[in-house]
């Protein structure tokens, strides 16, 4: 329904639920840090990472 009226942009394949989110001083969420862990739990890792799992 979201992705006919909205368009694909609007409509994700998969949610997690996290207890918190890596943030700024400024209360920013990191998105490239989130992506990053995201892919490390995937497997996915593309570069050299300070995550344990990479």
């Known amino acids: 329904m979201v992705r006919d009226r909205i368009g694909p942009v609007a409509a994700f394949k998969q949610g997690l639920i996290v207890p918190r989110l890596p943030k700024t001083r400024l ?7 989130v992506r990053r862990v995201a892919e490390a739990r995937n497997g996915l890792c593309r570069r050299r ?3 344990q799992s990479c």
Do not use: D
């Open 27 to 33: 209360g920013k969420i990191l998105r490239g840090t």
């Open 49 to 51: 990472s300070k995550i």
